[in-house]
């Protein structure tokens, strides 16, 4: 308890704080038949920033609900610091808030990435609702974090045949790309839970959200 309160562990309280408020109004929220959750929903981009979008990309940003990926950053921050500062005390002294901070960012980024990828099989998932992910195989997407090339995944946004709206992880096939935000492309395989494109031929070219039925 006395790491807890020390000015040491001042950023790990405070997100382990904050972590306790969000879970309190989720509660809070679906008790009256809301959910905090839900409101927010999973982030939309339409913008692309280099390292910054790419990494939001690794630990999977879009794949589980905003809420959950907030709160699993806070929670294995806050985790990850006080582990780090207990040893250092048992071994020495704690050490000083901004030192221990950046190990423990450091440890955060790769728990959080490996907790989303198992939260995202358990949970519904967009391109889940109402087709089968293997589905969009052979339909026309429109880039929407890009650009799409050999490197990190960006997204495609399309719109099944029941209206419903999918951001799919996307990258360009190989020779292919890169394509920037708002082209449109063909996914044309999937490996793992990343579809590839390749440039829309002409006589498919048109609204991202066609069904494939018109598509052919």
């Not at 910054?52 to 999977?60: D, R, Y």
């Not at 990850?80 to 901004?98: E, K």
């Not at 109402?130 to 026309?140: E, K």
């Not at 063909?186 to 829309?200: E, M, Q």
């Amino acid at each position: 308890m006395h790491l807890f309160l020390a000015p040491e562990c001042a950023p790990f309280a405070i997100a382990a704080m904050i972590l306790v408020g969000l879970t309190t109004i989720e509660i809070i929220s679906m008790l009256v038949g809301a959910s905090l959750s839900e409101m927010i929903g999973k982030p939309h981009f339409d913008g692309h920033d280099g390292v910054v979008a790419g990494l939001l990309s690794w630990i999977n940003l879009g794949g589980v609900p905003l809420l959950i990926l907030i709160m699993l950053l806070l929670g294995i921050f806050a985790i990850t610091g006080f582990a780090i500062q207990t040893v250092a005390d048992i071994v020495w002294t704690p050490l000083p808030a901004i030192v221990a901070v950046l190990p423990a960012a450091f440890l955060t980024i790769p728990l959080v990435r490996g907790s989303t990828r198992t939260i995202a099989r358990l949970i519904p998932r967009d391109e889940t609702y109402a087709v089968d992910a293997g589905d969009f195989v052979g339909r026309t997407a429109k880039v929407t974090v890009g650009p799409l090339d050999q490197g990190l995944p960006g997204r495609v946004s399309l719109k099944d045949t029941y209206g419903n709206w999918h951001q799919l992880r996307a990258s360009a096939a190989k020779g292919e790309g890169p394509f920037g935000i708002g082209a449109e492309v063909l996914l044309v395989d999937r490996k793992a839970d990343i579809f590839i494109a390749v440039p829309v031929p002409s006589d498919l070219a048109g609204p991202a959200e066609q069904s494939s039925t018109e598509q052919h």
